[in-house]
T-cell receptor
């Protein structure tokens, strides 16, 4: 039973470019959460999605960040016009029916 | 969600039991205690959770005091691979999903 998959594992972008991070939940999980971990800091919640719906986006920056979880395919976290402060590890977690969350290996974003 | 308090760091000799405490004095009746760990910069790994009864699985045991104001995670025979940051998280479970709020955790160092 495959765990939560995230790709790419490492992503390098120049300032002003777009970053797209993908998350495939565990089989049977319909709830996806995104968290961000800045260097030397703890994990911070960003957004919680179910299929085709954003349930809680209280942790999402107001601008440049968006997330989706379409009916088919992985969840996408999109960062437009990246800045150096966006450099961080982005973790996705999934859960069945809102139960225990299981995390993926993360995507390390480096903005040059 | 209730806040938790954990010691910033602990040491444990390999082969000995590691007992990691957590205070959650403002916990509510519908809040569970969850434990995760993060090894180096990997994705957080779920360990165990409980409501009021003690719990045990293949990884660890969770002891929750009768008043539920504190708990202890026990790794019965710590190994070097258990060196990680351990997070105690209190999370509401009322039939709907909710985010995890990570604190600073306890950095456990297992030594030879």
């Amino acid at each position: 039973n495959a765990g939560v998959m995230q790709n790419p594992r490492h992503l390098v972008r120049r300032r002003g470019q777009e970053a797209r991070l993908r998350c495939s939940p565990m089989k049977g999980h319909s709830h996806v959460y995104w968290y961000r971990q800045l260097p030397e800091e703890g994990l911070k919640f960003m957004v919680y999605l179910q299929k085709e719906n954003i349930i809680d986006e209280s942790g999402m920056p107001k601008e440049r960040f968006s997330a989706e979880f379409p009916k088919e395919g992985p969840s996408i976290l999109r960062i437009q016009q990246v800045v150096r402060g966006d450099s961080a590890a982005y973790f996705c977690a999934s859960s069945p029916q809102g139960g225990t969350q299981y995390f993926g290996p993360g995507t390390r974003l480096l903005v040059l | 969600d209730a806040k938790t308090t954990q010691p910033p760091s602990m040491d444990c000799a390999e082969g000995r039991a590691a007992n990691l405490p957590c205070n959650h004095s403002t916990i509510s009746g519908n809040e569970y205690v969850y434990w995760y760990r993060q090894i180096h910069s990997q994705g957080p790994q779920y360990i165990i959770h409980g409501l009021k009864n003690n719990e045990t699985n293949e990884m660890a045991s969770l002891i929750i005091t009768e008043d539920r104001k504190s708990s202890t995670l026990i790794l019965p025979h710590a190994t070097l691979r258990d060196t990680a940051v351990y997070y105690c998280i209190v999370r509401v479970w009322d039939g709907t999903a909710s985010k995890l709020t990570f604190g600073t955790g306890t950095r456990l160092q297992v030594t030879l």
